[in-house]
């Protein structure tokens, strides 16, 4: 409680919950991953490579129609 007093004090709280919004969603997702790889047991890698090269592809035309932004570290700044 303390920790939203001080943030909506200096007028950061809606920024500082997103952010903190997006790092426990990404917690509870890598968990879930986590958990369904270790269900799944040993995968050809093929079929690990063709799982990448559709994520990426869908990752790619995400961007390319404007629904998400990648940042690739070139320290621009990141939207949330």
Do not use: T, Y
């Amino acid at each position: 409680m303390r920790i939203r007093k001080e943030l909506a004090a200096g007028g950061s709280l809606q920024r500082s919950l997103a952010v903190l919004g997006n790092v426990e969603a990404e917690k509870r997702a890598a968990e879930m991953l986590r958990e369904e790889i270790e269900f799944m047991g040993p995968v050809r890698i093929r079929d690990v490579e063709e799982a990448q090269q559709k994520i990426v592809a869908i990752i790619r035309r995400l961007e390319e129609s404007g629904e998400i932004i990648v940042s690739r570290g070139k320290g621009e700044d990141i939207l949330v």
